[in-house]
């Protein structure tokens, strides 16, 4: 952080670079130092492993997990396909313009 900080950009357009380097170091250390994340999901499954854990309701939850995955991609596939479909008629009117 110390070097980053103390970085001389050669220009004023290369500030951007100092200060965005800034942002992306305070980012990663505040996510990697913070531990939280990781000890929740070590108290939850602790407390799985003590209360037990319910075949169906497991099965019945990983299903919707999965039946939730399918709808999400499904999605992103027709995104994108309206995507490619909108870049196909913008280089469409592009080529045809240029014949005239």
């Known amino acids: 952080m110390e070097s980053a900080k103390s970085w001389v950009p050669p220009t004023e357009d290369h500030e ?4 965005y380097m800034i942002d992306q170091l305070e980012i990663t ?3 990697d130092g913070d531990p939280s994340y990781h000890v929740n999901k070590i108290v939850h499954a602790k407390k ?8 169906k309701v497991y099965r019945e939850e990983r299903i919707k997990e999965i ?4 709808s ?7 995104k994108e396909l309206e995507r490619c479909k909108q870049s ?9 313009s240029i014949k005239k």
């Open 67 to 70: 039946e939730d995955r399918i």
């Open 72 to 78: 999400y991609y499904e999605g992103e596939v027709q």
């Open 48 to 55: 799985e492993l003590e209360e037990g854990i319910d075949p």
């Open 88 to 96: 196909n008629d913008w280089m469409d009117k592009f080529l045809e």
């Open 16 to 19: 951007g670079v100092r200060d």
């Open 29 to 31: 250390i505040k996510a």
